[in-house]
T-cell receptor
Framework: ETGVTQTPRHLVMGMTNKKSLKCEQHLGHNAMYWYKQSAKKPLELMFVYSLEERVENNSVPSRFSPECPNSSHLFLHLHTLQPEDSALYLC?????????????FGAGSRLTVL | AQSVTQLGSHVSVSEGALVLLRCNYS??????LFWYVQYPNQGLQLLLK??????LVKGINGFEAEFKKSETSFHLTKPSAHMSDAAEYFCAPSKLIFGTGTRLQVFP
């Protein structure tokens, strides 16, 4: 495996379900990110972990709960979601603290909330 | 806070025509500017980045962008469009902020 891998690629869940998205990076990076991509909206940064500590949390609803057990793995735990949470969730990684270092993205997890 | 504006949510060109995708940054000069591309059913990948070392930046797949301080712009260009260039393109001043994106369609 190379780059950034996200599973599952597609997920359909009801509003009362609990599910998790998984991200794994094989690049030796020390920072990982969750972004939300909705139709007709800018890419939204949800969470940033640098050196396994959360350093950014853009007022995301508590029904989204991130977990970063080590520098290679990142999870997004989902519970009691709303239909408006349907979107493409993108994971990315980078090497910090150099701001010029670019993000490497996974292919995304397409979430549909019924 | 730094921000960018991408004019035109959709751009259509014929194959072989010039591609011009616009990006303007907010008044303060950013230390970095990035262009990312997203092909269907994929994540974003880097096209090119500006780091103040040079105002004309060359990227992958024949794309380039020129940083113009006087116009607060960092427009993306390609002399001759290819069908495989059809994708969505994002300008970003940092990892935290992205533009709204421009979808490029290429017609035969």
């Amino acid at each position: 495996e190379t780059g950034v891998t996200q599973t599952p690629r597609h997920l359909v869940m009801g509003m009362t379900n609990k599910k998790s998205l998984k991200c794994e990076q094989h690049l030796g990076h020390n920072a990982m990110y969750w972004y939300k991509q909705s139709a007709k909206k800018p890419l939204e940064l949800m969470f940033v972990y640098s050196l396994e500590e959360r350093v950014e949390n853009n007022s995301v609803p508590s029904r989204f709960s991130p977990e970063c057990p080590n520098s290679s793995h990142l999870f997004l735990h989902l519970h009691t979601l709303q239909p408006e949470d349907s979107a493409l969730y993108l994971c990315a990684s980078s090497q910090e603290p150099d701001g010029a270092n670019v993000l490497t993205f996974g292919a995304g997890s397409r979430l549909t909330v019924l | 806070a730094q921000s960018v504006t991408q004019l035109g949510s959709h751009v259509s060109v014929s194959e072989g025509a010039l591609v011009l995708l616009r990006c303007n940054y907010s008044s303060s000069v950013p230390p970095y500017l990035f262009w990312y591309v997203q092909y269907p059913n994929q994540g974003l990948q880097l096209l090119l980045k500006y780091t103040s070392a040079a105002t004309l930046v060359k990227g992958i797949n024949g794309f380039e962008a020129e940083f113009k301080k006087s116009e607060t712009s960092f427009h993306l260009t390609k002399p001759s469009a290819h069908m495989s260039d059809a994708a969505e393109y994002f300008c970003a001043p940092s990892k935290l902020i992205f533009g709204t994106g421009t979808r490029l369609q290429v017609f035969p």
